[in-house]
């Protein structure tokens, strides 16, 4: 079984995607969530969030496709351990009270190489709507596994303050643009 494309609305004209129907699991060691941010207007920090948890359940359909993510936000590698304590710190992230933050989508549509994934994300107690701009990578064996790999590239960005994370306006940009490098492990078969 495979995921269908649905841009026409009918999945019997629609291309088909080589992904089995069932969960396919995060590939941990060929993953990373990545972000960027102004710092003072004139240049820009990057940093990655190490823990990630995820999961795709592939349907019969796109629509009845999802993606589930939970990223634990006390991982976060800037590059440097002083700025990444300070950005934990209550003044700031308040990881305390924001230990993590997760992804549902609750739509995806598309065709070929590109899609669109549009969810909700919740950092805190806030949830807010945030599309992403997937690139579907392929699939492919890997030497010595029996379980195939799907890779996506999905783009996109956030307000801070639409999370209640309006801090050091000014000092941080309020846009942070996302980048994900995702490969999924296809179903175990039985």
Not at 48 to 53: K, N
């Given at each position: 079984m495979t995921l269908q494309a649905t841009d026409t609305g009918s999945a019997a004209s629609a291309p088909a995607l080589p992904l089995d129907a069932g969960t396919w699991e995060i590939e941990p060691f060929h993953s990373a969530v990545n972000f960027s941010i102004r710092h003072l207007g004139i240049s820009k920090v990057r940093g990655?969030?190490?823990?990630?948890?995820a999961e795709l359940l592939v349907g019969e359909r796109a629509e009845d496709s999802s993606v589930t993510a939970t990223i634990a936000l006390a991982s976060i590698d800037t590059g440097n351990k002083d700025r990444d304590a300070h950005v934990?710190?209550?003044d700031l992230l308040d990881v305390e009270k924001r230990p993590t933050m997760t992804y549902r989508s609750t739509?995806?549509?598309?065709?070929?190489?590109?899609?669109?994934?549009?969810?909700?994300?919740?950092i805190g107690d806030v949830t807010r709507?945030?599309?992403?701009?997937?690139?579907?990578?392929g699939v492919e064996g890997f030497?010595?596994?029996?379980?195939r790999h799907a890779g996506f590239e999905a783009t996109g960005e956030i307000r801070r303050s639409d999370f209640g994370l309006d801090f050091a306006p000014g000092l941080l940009g309020e846009v942070v643009k996302i980048q994900l490098d995702m490969q999924f492990l296809e179903p175990v078969r039985s």
């Open positions: 990655r969030f190490a823990d990630v948890q934990l710190a209550s739509r995806i549509h598309g065709a070929g190489e590109e899609w669109a994934m549009e969810g909700e994300l919740t709507e945030v599309t992403l701009d997937v690139e579907f990578g030497p010595g596994q029996d379980r």
